[in-house]
């Protein structure tokens, strides 16, 4: 048995992983200032039966390096996915974005680093890749994004991500702090809050076609993306504890690799709950990149990465889920 902390558990991912792991037995400590994560996404703990101490939870944020040592006392692994997401937020808002994302990073690395934290797992983005540079393209394919790709930041998100990343290569190259960032791609599945002003796509189109009304796509909706369920990312996170050396300070990609047209995930969803709402669209929104599809070898070569869910099955999870919340 070891302990898990997890910044951000009650946030989407961070709650799937708080759940997956107390399933397994693992000790849990879940840091988290609700500001974007819910505590309804940690109801679940109620209906379990755990051991005494083998949950607790730490109210607060990562811009607090005090609260971070507390937070690493005596904690085998770090699973990093408080932030503040949303590139369109992040345009709005990027000094926040930076505050949180970098130097909230950095704190918990230093925290980690002097707690002897076994490995520290960071939350990367795919948006690190921004759009291929020109050299990249080859006539009208869209080449899947590999890690030895140069990255191409296009917000104030995407570069805080990236800078993660670099710290978390620095502590590993100076301190031998363990670290390994994943880099998610379009991740989806239960307990994706819809209702944010800067909700994803999927949560936002099963929200508005199950109550009926037409979902807006941004630009011709020919706009690609590599779409991953939770529970592939869930999978990612765990067997990154306990991957081979090879993988320490590298990032890897966590996706499906393969690409989906915003168009293509309309259509498919509303077959799956069987409506017919024709969608309304507005211009491209700034900082979006056009195309995004991972080759995801390397994380299957580091990680044994098997990316057990597809797209239509995550999907129709998905839609099972919010049936129940109905």
């Known amino acids: 048995m070891a302990l898990y902390l997890i910044t951000g558990g009650a946030g989407f991912i961070g709650s799937n992983l708080v759940e997956a792991l107390l399933t397994q037995g ?37 811009r607090d390096l005090p609260l971070c040592r507390t937070s690493c006392e005596k904690v085998d692994f770090v699973l990093h996915q408080a932030a503040l997401g949303s590139v369109p937020r992040s345009i709005d808002d990027p000094i926040t974005t930076n505050e949180v994302n970098i130097q909230g990073t950095l704190n918990l690395l230093v925290a980690a680093r002097d707690a002897h934290v ?3 797992i960071y939350a990367s983005s795919s948006s690190v890749y921004g759009d291929p540079v020109l050299s990249q393209l080859h006539g009208n394919a869209v080449p899947a994004k590999v890690e030895s790709q140069i990255p ?67 630009g011709d ?13 869930v999978h990612a996170n765990l ?3 306990h991957a081979s050396r090879e993988a320490l300070g590298e990032a890897l990609n966590i996706a ?28 491209a929104r700034a900082g979006d990149v056009r195309h995004s599809l991972a080759d995801i070898q390397k ?21 099972e889920w919010c049936a129940r919340r109905t």
């Open 221 to 233: 909706g020919e706009q690609s993306r590599d779409f991953t369920h939770i529970d592939n990312v």
């Open 239 to 241: 067997n990154a504890c």
């Open 26 to 62: 693992e000790e849990v400590r879940v840091l988290d200032n609700f500001s974007t994560g819910k505590e309804g996404n940690l109801s679940f703990i109620n209906h379990l039966t755990l051991p005494p101490g083998s949950y607790s939870l730490l109210k607060g944020g990562i």
């Open 152 to 218: 191409n930041p296009q917000s104030p998100y995407a570069i805080s991500k990236l800078t993660g990343e670099y710290y978390c290569r620095v502590f590993y190259k100076i301190y031998k702090l363990e670290t390994i960032s994943l880099r998610y791609f379009n991740v989806f599945g239960q307990k994706q809050d819809a209702h944010s002003a800067y909700a994803a796509v999927i949560p936002k189109f099963i929200h508005l076609l199950l109550g009926d009304q037409a979902p807006t796509i941004y």
């Open 299 to 319: 994380a299957k070569d580091l990680l044994g990465y098997n990316h057990p869910v597809s797209i239509t099955a995550g999907l129709k999870k998905t839609l």
């Open 118 to 120: 076994k490995r520290f």
């Open 256 to 283: 499906y690799g393969t690409r989906t047209t915003i168009n293509q995930l309309y259509s498919q969803l509303c077959e799956l709950t069987g409506k017919k709402i024709a969608p309304r669209y507005l211009p």
